[in-house]
């Protein structure tokens, strides 16, 4: 599976579409960090998010073709995570709000941000007192906080995730990281918070290709 890393998700999707069903296995794990990351900073707990993860990749696979490429896969593919993420709040009885092109090249909170998995900085005390400190935010801010700071999105995808302005967007980071900005050194990785470990990446990966071969 290591040669086709190169390929864009396009070139994937349209390889899946047409019969490669098992390459669907790199989406799956290119994406597993970014969903993880959604999941707990809607504060759910590590199993719940990895059972959202799977629907929200099989949810993804039954609706390929649908992608049309207007926006980029990883923007498409977090908001059927959020949306899932939501109608599971609402079973639950949580009160939430409704998550439904702007440029942006202001500088992230966290200096060193890498999203790559394999130069993840294993640091639970500090990912421990941000996860408390987002959950004690208002839902407003920690969301625009995680989509922009935590999952590397810019601030077109986040306004056009949360279906707000980029003036909102702008707003709404700068309060969070002055509520979080006691509690975070800028010296630490953005990987840090809400990590979704390599040893968890096989299993999601049978999981879900387990659930499309029955499809």
């Avoid at 809607?42 to 039954?62: G, R, S």
């Avoid at 649908?66 to 498409?76: A, D, L």
Wanted: hydrophobic residues 40%; contains cysteine.
């Amino acid at each position: 599976m290591d040669s086709f890393e190169k390929f864009t998700e396009s070139e994937i999707i349209t390889r899946v579409l047409a019969g490669e069903k098992a390459l669907y296995e790199i989406i799956v794990r290119r994406f597993n960090p970014y969903l993880y990351k959604i999941g707990r900073s809607y504060n759910y707990k590590h199993e719940d998010t990895q059972d959202l993860m799977q629907e929200t990749f099989v949810d993804a696979y039954k609706n390929l073709s649908q992608f049309e490429g207007r926006s980029n896969f990883k923007t498409w593919i977090i908001r059927i995570m959020m949306n899932n993420c939501y109608r599971k709040s609402q079973k639950s009885s949580f009160k939430n709000e409704i998550i439904q092109d702007i440029k942006d090249n202001s500088t992230p909170m966290f200096a060193n941000s890498n999203n790559d998995t394999d130069k993840i900085i294993h640091n639970r005390e500090l990912a421990g007192i941000i996860e408390d400190a987002l959950c004690h935010i208002p839902l407003d801010y920690w969301m625009v906080f995680s989509l922009r700071e935590i999952s590397g999105l810019n601030i077109a995808e986040t306004a056009h995730l949360l279906n707000i302005s980029e003036a909102n967007v702008k707003v709404r980071l700068n309060r969070a990281k002055t509520m979080l900005r006691a509690a975070i050194e800028k010296t630490y990785a953005a990987n840090d918070l809400f990590e979704f470990n390599l040893i968890y990446c096989d299993a999601m990966v049978e999981g879900v290709m387990k659930r499309i071969n029955e499809i």
